[in-house]
């Protein structure tokens, strides 16, 4: 792993694919406009570490998005070599904030647009570290269909470090080749054939849990590399839209699982308890890992906090019978 991702390298040195296939297509998803209008807040800086990769293969960024996207014309001078697709058929956007359904759809839409060997995932909240790109590469040599990668903070605060707990403290590094869960989608990458053997799973949204299930199910491996780094960066954070985002993610959740009948109602009910054992599973993964012990500590109460904020979203969606949006037939 090396330095810190965000100090200024001499000159970009990532090598854009002008023509012909690129080796490496990098999909990246706009998952910050949770609770505000997209900005290029987040995503400048996110790009701006991709253009700065150190040995790159030849590659590609893909940046889907949504209509009416506010400082994306600027930002598309300023990357030239990225492309910029314009969305206008989303399903799932609604215009308004407190919904993020439609992240999936745009990640859909870029996996579809890609054109390497490997498709690599993130969101625009993470910063590469400057060997993402051909560590991923070098990951890929193996037998694998896909590879998960390790997420580190780089925000500071302790309620940012609280977030960065509930969402991605499990992929903090060390990690291992076979660790017992699934990669997050801000930082995995598919040989684009696997992922064209299971095209039904994704080809109208693009779920992690859906898509890591299938291949798994196709019989093709998922592993994870600790040399596969990008960092979180969250910007304008405070506790009420902590809380408010976890909510939201937290009913986008269960509203996936799709419950009916009795078994939302029970699920429900246990929803009651999920505050302890998804918090019980953090203290137990920090020790296992044996990193960040002091910052969580401080962190907890934040932590416990935001967790059942979560929980209380998926209780929501099993007491409403909500689900996930489908397009229309």
């Known amino acids: 792993m090396t330095g810190d991702p965000t100090e200024e390298s001499p000159e970009p040195q990532a090598r854009m694919s002008a023509s012909g296939d690129p080796v490496l297509s990098v999909v990246v998803t706009i998952a910050s406009d949770t609770l505000h209008p997209p900005s290029i807040d987040h995503l400048r800086p996110c790009l701006e570490s991709l253009a700065r990769q150190h040995n790159p293969p030849a590659m590609e960024v893909i940046v889907p998005h949504q209509p009416e996207f506010s400082g994306m014309i600027e930002l598309g001078k300023e990357f030239p070599a990225v492309r910029f697709l314009e969305i206008c058929d989303l399903k799932r956007y609604t215009g308004h904030s407190g919904s993020r359904e439609h992240h999936n759809e745009l990640r859909a839409r870029g996996v579809k647009a890609a054109r390497g060997e490997i498709v690599a995932l993130t969101e625009d909240h993470a910063v590469a570290d400057p060997d993402w790109c051909s560590s991923i590469v070098e990951a890929h040599r193996k037998p694998v269909a896909a590879v998960g990668g390790a997420i580190e903070n780089a925000a500071p605060g302790l309620l940012n470090w609280a977030v960065y707990f509930r969402e991605f403290g499990q992929y903090q590094n060390p990690l291992r080749e076979k660790e017992a869960f699934d990669p997050s989608d801000v930082n995995v990458s598919y040989k684009r054939s696997a992922l064209a053997g299971i095209r039904d799973a994704w080809s109208d949204t693009f779920e992690e849990r859906t898509v890591n299930w299938a291949i798994r199910a196709s019989g093709r491996r998922i592993t994870f590399s600790p040399r596969v780094v990008v960092y979180q960066k969250r910007m304008n954070l405070n506790l009420a839209s902590a809380l408010q985002e976890r909510w939201i993610w937290g009913r986008s959740y269960g509203a996936w699982r799709g419950l009916s009948g009795s078994s939302r109602f029970v699920w429900a009910f246990v929803s009651l308890g999920l505050p302890v054992i998804l918090v019980a599973r953090a203290i137990a993964t920090i020790a296992r890992k044996r990193r960040n012990a002091g910052v969580f500590l401080k962190a907890l109460p934040l932590l416990i906090l ?20 489908r397009p229309p037939a």
Do not use: H, N, R, V
């Open 306 to 325: 935001i967790t059942a904020a979560w929980c209380g979203g998926e209780m929501s969606a099993y007491l409403t019978g909500a689900k996930a949006t």
